[in-house]
C-alpha cells in the first residue's frame, strides 16, 4: 500500500472523528449554555413576581405603606437609595437589576400609585436568596465533566462509525493496486456510491489494460513480420558489399541501403523493448565510456567515416541509473543521428553529475534534415523518458560552426561503479 493511499484513508477517518467531536462540543456547550439561561431567568423571574405582587397589593391600598415582606423596601425618591444602589442606578437609570458593593444584589420595579402622580420605586436586596449564583463554580463543574463524557462517548462513536465507513474505500484503495486487477472485483461493494464508483473503476481499467495489450500485441506481431525481410534485404546487401559494383553511384546507392537496414533494426529493436514494460522498468548502473565507445566503433564498422573523431570527456566511474537495454538503444539513436546529419570533424561527448552531452559539427547543406526530427525523435523521447531521463537538442545560430547538443539529464542519482 502506498503512502499516499494511507493519508488519504487517515484523513477521511480523521474527519469523520472530528466532525463528531465538534458535533458532540457544540451540541454540550449549547446545552450547557441554555440550561444557564434558563435557571438564571427562571430565577430572576422568581423575585420580579414578588415584586409585582407586592406592587399589585399596593394598589389595593388607599396610599402607600411599607411593604409586608420583609426583603422588600419601598423608596420614593432616588436619594433614598443605599449608597451602592444609588451609584448603579446612575449609570443605568433605566435599568431592573444592578450589581452592589460586598456580594449585594438588587431587583427594581418602578410603579405609580393612584393616590399619586409621583413614581415610586420598591427594590429587593437578593443576596440571601440566589440560588444559581453561590453554585456557579458547581454547575460549572458538572457541566464539564459531562461534557468530557460526551465527547468520549462521540470519539468513541466516532471512530466505530468512521472505520465502518471507510472500510470499503480502503477495500476499493487496496483492491485496485493490485496489478493485474481480479476480475469482477466490483460485485463484492454493496454500497450504491461505493457500487458504482467500484463499477466505474474496473471499466476504466480493464479498458486501459485492452488498449495496452493492443499496443503491445501490434507492436510484437509488427516488429515480428518486419525481421523476416529486413534481414533478407541486409543480408543482400553485405553480400553486395564484398563484391562492391564499379559504378560509384550505384555503390552509394547500395551503401544507403544498408544503412537504412540499419535503421530499421534500430527501429524494430526499440519498438519491442518498448512494448515490454518490464524489461524498461528494471534498472541498473551502466557505464557510459565503454557503452559509447562500443557503440562508436560499431557504427565505424556499419557506416565509416574516419573523418569524424571522437573526442571523450567523461569520468572513468561515470554510470547511470538506467534499463541497460533502453539506454544502449537511446545512444545509438544518437549517435547515428550524428552520423547522418554531421560534417567532418571532432565530436565530443562531456559529462557531469548528472548529464551527458554530445556535440557534432553539423552539416551547412541548408537542404539537410536536423537530427531528431519526424518520426525519429518520438522514439527518442519515448527512449529517454523510459530510462528516466530528459533529452532535449539545442542549436547555436551560427553557420557551418553551429552545434547540435543533446543534453540527457538524469531524473535519479547517479550511481558510481
Not at 188 to 207: G, N, P, V, Y
Given at each position: 500500500?502506498?503512502?499516499?493511499?494511507?493519508?488519504?484513508?487517515?484523513?477521511?477517518?480523521?474527519?469523520?472523528?472530528?466532525?463528531?467531536?465538534?458535533?458532540?462540543?457544540?451540541?454540550?456547550?449549547?446545552?450547557?449554555?441554555?440550561?444557564?439561561?434558563?435557571?438564571?431567568?427562571?430565577?430572576?423571574?422568581?423575585?420580579?413576581?414578588?415584586?409585582?405582587?407586592?406592587?399589585?397589593?399596593?394598589?389595593?391600598?388607599?396610599?402607600?405603606?411599607?411593604?409586608l415582606d420583609p426583603h422588600?423596601?419601598?423608596?420614593?425618591?432616588?436619594?433614598?437609595?443605599?449608597?451602592?444602589?444609588?451609584?448603579?442606578?446612575?449609570?443605568?437609570?433605566?435599568?431592573a437589576e444592578f450589581a452592589?458593593?460586598?456580594?449585594?444584589?438588587?431587583?427594581?420595579?418602578?410603579?405609580?400609585?393612584?393616590?399619586?402622580?409621583?413614581?415610586?420605586?420598591?427594590?429587593?436586596?437578593?443576596?440571601?436568596?440566589?440560588?444559581?449564583?453561590?453554585?456557579?463554580?458547581?454547575?460549572?463543574?458538572?457541566?464539564?465533566?459531562?461534557?468530557?463524557?460526551?465527547?468520549?462517548?462521540?470519539?468513541?462513536?466516532?471512530?466505530?462509525?468512521?472505520?465502518?465507513?471507510?472500510?470499503?474505500?480502503?477495500?476499493?484503495?487496496?483492491?485496485?493496486?493490485?496489478?493485474?486487477?481480479?476480475?469482477?472485483?466490483?460485485?463484492?461493494?454493496?454500497?450504491?456510491?461505493?457500487?458504482?464508483?467500484?463499477?466505474?473503476?474496473?471499466?476504466?481499467?480493464?479498458?486501459?489494460?485492452?488498449?495496452?495489450?493492443?499496443?503491445?500485441?501490434?507492436?510484437?506481431?509488427?516488429?515480428?513480420?518486419?525481421?523476416?525481410?529486413?534481414?533478407?534485404?541486409?543480408?543482400?546487401?553485405?553480400?553486395?558489399?564484398?563484391?562492391?559494383?564499379?559504378?560509384?553511384?550505384?555503390?552509394?546507392?547500395?551503401?544507403?541501403?544498408?544503412?537504412?537496414?540499419?535503421?530499421?533494426?534500430?527501429?524494430?529493436?526499440?519498438?519491442?523493448?518498448?512494448?515490454?514494460?518490464?524489461?524498461?522498468?528494471?534498472?541498473?548502473?551502466?557505464?557510459?565510456?565503454?557503452?559509447?565507445?562500443?557503440?562508436?566503433?560499431?557504427?565505424?564498422?556499419?557506416?565509416?567515416?574516419?573523418?569524424?573523431?571522437?573526442?571523450?570527456?567523461?569520468?572513468?566511474?561515470?554510470?547511470?541509473?538506467?534499463?541497460?537495454?533502453?539506454?544502449?538503444?537511446?545512444?545509438?539513436?544518437?549517435?547515428?543521428?550524428?552520423?547522418?546529419?554531421?560534417?567532418?570533424?571532432?565530436?565530443?561527448?562531456?559529462?557531469?553529475?548528472?548529464?551527458?552531452?554530445?556535440?557534432?559539427?553539423?552539416?551547412?547543406?541548408?537542404?539537410?534534415?536536423?537530427?531528431?526530427?519526424?518520426?525519429?525523435?518520438?522514439i527518442a523521447l519515448r527512449?529517454?523518458?523510459?530510462?528516466?531521463?530528459?533529452?532535449?537538442?539545442?542549436?547555436?545560430?551560427?553557420?557551418?560552426?553551429?552545434?547540435?547538443?543533446?543534453?540527457?539529464?538524469?531524473?535519479?542519482?547517479?550511481?558510481?561503479?
Amino acid at each position: 500500500m502506498s503512502r499516499n493511499s494511507i493519508v488519504a484513508k487517515t484523513s477521511l477517518t480523521l474527519r469523520i472523528r472530528a466532525a463528531f467531536l465538534l458535533l458532540a462540543l457544540a451540541c454540550g456547550l449549547m446545552f450547557a449554555l441554555l440550561n444557564l439561561i434558563f435557571v438564571y431567568t427562571t430565577e430572576d423571574a422568581f423575585f420580579y413576581q414578588r415584586l409585582d405582587s407586592e406592587i399589585a397589593r399596593q394598589q389595593q391600598l388607599p396610599a402607600p405603606q411599607p411593604p409586608l415582606d420583609p426583603h422588600l423596601q419601598l423608596y420614593r425618591t432616588q436619594t433614598e437609595f443605599p449608597a451602592d444602589l444609588a451609584a448603579a442606578f446612575t449609570q443605568q437609570p433605566k435599568g431592573a437589576e444592578f450589581a452592589g458593593e460586598q456580594g449585594r444584589h438588587y431587583h427594581l420595579r418602578r410603579w405609580v400609585h393612584p393616590s399619586g402622580n409621583t413614581q415610586l420605586y420598591l427594590v429587593m436586596e437578593v443576596s440571601q436568596q440566589l440560588v444559581v449564583r453561590p453554585f456557579r463554580h458547581i454547575m460549572f463543574s458538572i457541566y464539564g465533566v459531562l461534557l468530557s463524557v460526551f465527547l468520549l462517548l462521540a470519539l468513541g462513536l466516532g471512530w466505530y462509525l468512521a472505520r465502518r465507513a471507510s472500510r470499503p474505500l480502503q477495500q476499493l484503495a487496496l483492491l485496485v493496486q493490485q496489478d493485474p486487477l481480479p476480475l469482477g472485483f466490483a460485485s463484492q461493494f454493496q454500497d450504491q456510491e461505493i457500487s458504482l464508483l467500484a463499477h466505474k473503476l474496473e471499466q476504466s481499467m480493464l479498458r486501459l489494460q485492452q488498449f495496452a495489450e493492443r499496443e503491445r500485441q501490434f507492436s510484437r506481431d509488427a516488429s515480428h513480420e518486419l525481421r523476416t525481410p529486413l534481414a533478407v534485404i541486409q543480408s543482400s546487401c553485405e553480400l553486395l558489399l564484398l563484391n562492391p559494383p564499379a559504378d560509384a553511384d550505384a555503390a552509394r546507392r547500395l551503401q544507403q541501403i544498408a544503412s537504412a537496414c540499419s535503421q530499421m533494426h534500430l527501429l524494430i529493436q526499440s519498438l519491442l523493448l518498448m512494448a515490454r514494460e518490464a524489461d524498461a522498468a528494471a534498472g541498473s548502473p551502466v557505464d557510459l565510456a565503454a557503452t559509447l565507445q562500443q557503440l562508436w566503433q560499431q557504427q565505424q564498422q556499419w557506416q565509416p567515416r574516419p573523418e569524424l573523431i571522437l573526442q571523450l570527456q567523461l569520468p572513468e566511474t561515470l554510470t547511470f541509473l538506467a534499463p541497460p537495454e533502453l539506454l544502449r538503444l537511446l545512444l545509438s539513436n544518437l549517435l547515428q543521428n550524428i552520423w547522418r546529419h554531421s560534417a567532418a570533424g571532432t565530436v565530443c561527448i562531456s559529462a557531469g553529475e548528472c548529464w551527458l552531452q554530445l556535440k557534432n559539427p553539423r552539416t551547412t547543406n541548408p537542404g539537410a534534415a536536423s537530427a531528431l526530427s519526424g518520426f525519429g525523435q518520438g522514439i527518442a523521447l519515448r527512449l529517454a523518458q523510459a530510462c528516466a531521463l530528459d533529452l532535449h537538442c539545442e542549436a547555436t545560430p551560427q553557420l557551418w560552426r553551429s552545434r547540435l547538443c543533446w543534453r540527457i539529464q538524469q531524473v535519479k542519482p547517479v550511481a558510481p561503479v
